[in-house]
T-cell receptor
Framework: GAVVSQHPSWVICKSGTSVKIECRSLDFQATTMFWYRQFPKQSLMLMATSNEGSKATYEQGVEKDKFLINHASLTLSTLTVTSAHPEDSSFYIC????????????FGSGTRLTVV | QKEVEQDPGPLSVPEGAIVSLNCTYSNSAFQYFMWYRQYSRKGPELLMYTYSSGNKEDGRFTAQVDKSSKYISLFIRDSQPSDSATYLCAMRTTNAGKSTFGDGTTLTVKP
């Protein structure tokens, strides 16, 4: 089945540094990628929607200059957390529709970010 | 009020029990309904999906959608300890649009 490979699975960084998270669609073309954030024991909060070759669409309240999303190819979308702070510590997950008749989307395995 | 409300749980059942997980929603435009299972520190995995109203069965899992009542359910028969996870309902209005998720129900199946 369709697979979205997400890296890294966990990362620890210092306050003020930037962290890049990658999501690759391995056997299908992901024209759209959804980026979520999840706090412990809470549901997925949609941060932004990226479309290949165009600017991402951010949800209300999400700082686009802090969470930079790039979707330069049909198989790669990246999320960069810039000038990270401890409150950015969270679980970040990407997801893409496979458009193969399966209405469910394929999720990456998630990235646990800890900012110290 | 949230667009999607999910029974909060947590649920704890003995092995072999029938489990019922439920979500209600307010947006009548939702057409696509999904159930995902999420293990701790992992991305969600798709369990069931349904378009519009009706029932769908896959092994021990049955998904039901009642659009007239804006209510969806997931039933798990003969529950197993390996079913212990958080279950998320999700729904959307278009085939490739963004999904709206419930808050999740954590299920523990005890041997």
């Amino acid at each position: 089945g369709a697979v979205v490979s997400q890296h890294p699975s966990w990362v620890i960084c210092k306050s003020g540094t930037s962290v890049k998270i990658e999501c690759r669609s391995l056997d299908f073309q992901a024209t759209t990628m959804f980026w979520y954030r999840q706090f412990p024991k809470q549901s997925l909060m949609l941060m932004a929607t990226s479309n290949e070759g165009s600017k991402a669409t951010y949800e209300q309240g999400v700082e686009k200059d802090k969470f930079l999303i790039n979707h330069a190819s049909l198989t790669l979308s990246t999320l960069t957390v810039t000038s990270a702070h401890p409150e950015d510590s969270s679980f970040y997950i990407c997801s893409a529709p496979t458009l193969d008749g399966n209405y469910g989307y394929t999720f990456g395995s998630g990235t646990r970010l800890t900012v110290v | 009020q949230k667009e999607v409300e999910q029974d909060p749980g947590p649920l704890s059942v003995p092995e072999g029990a029938i489990v019922s997980l439920n979500c209600t929603y307010s947006n009548s435009a939702f057409q696509y309904f999904m159930w995902y299972r999420q293990y701790s520190r992992k991305g969600p995995e798709l369990l069931m999906y349904t378009y519009s109203s009706g029932n769908k069965e896959d092994g021990r899992f049955t998904a039901q959608v009642d659009k007239s009542s804006k209510y969806i359910s997931l039933f798990i028969r003969d529950s197993q300890p390996s079913d212990s996870a958080t279950y998320l309902c999700a729904m959307r209005t278009t085939n490739a649009g963004k999904s709206t998720f419930g808050d999740g129900t954590t299920l523990t199946v005890k041997p």
